[in-house]
């Protein structure tokens, strides 16, 4: 399938689009507080107001969003990593891109684009390493082993709230 991605800095310009794809991705989550539109639709342009804020859209041949990556810089001391435990202080001194989300509609799922999105995302970050957070039980483990497929390494855990699951804190180099 054909798709092309497009680059944005600007929140104001790709929040409708991303929030389009994010309900089609998400769509069996929606009715959970922490995936309903209006939550990500806030927490996106919080992110979008912060230093660093990228993101990536894919498109298919008819112009319509199917995927999306987002993310922001975090500095050391951000609510980022004092939210993780058993994280080696190394791993936090330096800004870093959290990558807040990435998704891909059903069709396009398995064919390559979650990466590419993501490593556009990633290309001419002037951090020194991207990090992220992943339910090591989403997929059956199958969505931690492509990040670790991708050059991330666990560094300690986090749990986002008490009713949210226990979440993998995972970093990659981005200087090699």
């Known amino acids: 399938m054909k798709t092309e991605i ?13 929030l389009a794809v994010y309900a089609q991705v998400r769509e069996p989550l929606l009715h959970l507080p922490n995936y309903a539109v209006p939550t990500v639709a806030e927490r996106l342009e919080r992110y979008g107001r912060t230093p660093g804020f990228g993101a990536v859209l894919a498109f298919d041949g008819e112009d319509r969003p199917v995927g999306y990556a987002y993310g922001n810089t975090v500095e050391a001391g951000d609510l980022w990593w004092r939210r993780m435990s058993r994280v080696d202080e190394a791993h936090t001194r330096e800004p870093a891109l959290a ?27 002037p951090e020194p390493s991207a990090s992220l957070m992943v339910n090591p039980e989403a997929g059956d483990g199958k969505v931690r082993r492509v990040y670790e497929s991708w050059g991330y390494t666990a560094i300690g855990t986090c749990r986002l709230s008490p009713d949210s699951p226990l979440l993998t804190a995972m970093i990659r180099d981005l200087r090699a």
Not at 6 to 17: G, H, I, K, L, N
Not at 99 to 125: C, F, M, N, W, Y
Request: charged letters at 25%; hydrophobic letters at 40%.
């Open 6 to 18: 497009r680059r944005y800095t600007d929140v104001e310009q790709v929040a409708a689009s991303l």
């Open 99 to 125: 990558l807040r989300e990435i998704g891909v509609t059903v069709p396009h799922r398995g064919t390559g684009l979650a990466r590419s999105l993501h490593d556009t995302l990633l290309a001419g970050r």
